[in-house]
């Protein structure tokens, strides 16, 4: 699937969340509740997750009660970690603290998710409950590291901060040798990042004057 492709099905989604959000408004105005505010819950404070709750704040400001929920404490861009990798930033300036969010009828929890019922649209974290008029999914996929034998053991990844972290402070030891960049299976989130890092090394190990030695 193309990134195009990918970016599309992303923005049609959420339209089709948006006109979702409106028709509840409408139909609970319908019934007589006016003066009542959607209860949106979103679970994932990711690019869906906070994407989608801006466009419904700025679509429905006054009439909306939305809950953000994530375990982490702050958003880091993938790109960002490159640069944590290579020594350029470091971990605290690429971090975007979600206390930060400031957007009408949102709010942020920090909680770890502990079930979901889809059907009574009901989610309980390690905090408390949350019901919702309208129950969003947006927690993305977690990397199965163990699924490639000796990844752990042998190997780094920078999709995640705390490998990016552990590169940082390996690659100053690398002076010669093959360095291998590898995509363990298919599909694979961000579909640039492995040939940036590449590239990237490349230039790392160029400024330190070894990129002779060293085949990537």
């Avoid at 298919?186 to 640039?192: E, L, R």
Wanted: hydrophobic share 40%.
């Amino acid at each position: 699937v193309s990134t195009f492709t990918k970016a599309w099905r992303a923005g049609a989604n959420y339209m089709i969340m948006l006109a979702r959000c409106r028709a509840e408004v409408e139909m609970s105005d319908a019934r007589g509740n006016r003066f009542k505010n959607l209860r949106v819950v979103v679970l994932g404070a990711g690019f869906g997750g906070l994407e989608l709750s801006a466009m419904l704040s700025e679509a429905l400001p006054d009439r909306l009660d939305l809950t953000l929920i994530d375990e982490n404490d702050s958003f880091v861009f993938g790109f960002s970690k490159l640069d944590v990798m290579f020594g350029r930033k470091t971990t605290e300036a690429v971090r975007i603290a979600y206390s930060a969010i400031n957007k009408p009828g949102v709010r942020f929890r920090q909680e770890t998710v502990t079930s979901i019922d889809p059907k009574e649209r009901v989610v309980t974290t390690n905090r408390g409950t949350y019901e919702a008029d309208v129950l969003v999914v947006a927690l993305g996929a977690n990397y199965d590291v163990e699924a490639t034998p000796g990844l752990r053991e042998g190997g780094n990844e920078f999709y995640s901060l705390a490998g990016a972290e552990r590169l940082r402070d390996e690659l100053p030891s690398f002076t010669k040798g093959n360095a291998i960049v590898g995509v363990t299976s298919m599909p694979f989130k961000c579909p640039p990042a492995p040939s940036e890092a590449a590239l990237m090394l490349h230039d790392y190990l160029s400024e330190r004057g070894v990129r002779g030695d060293c085949h990537i």
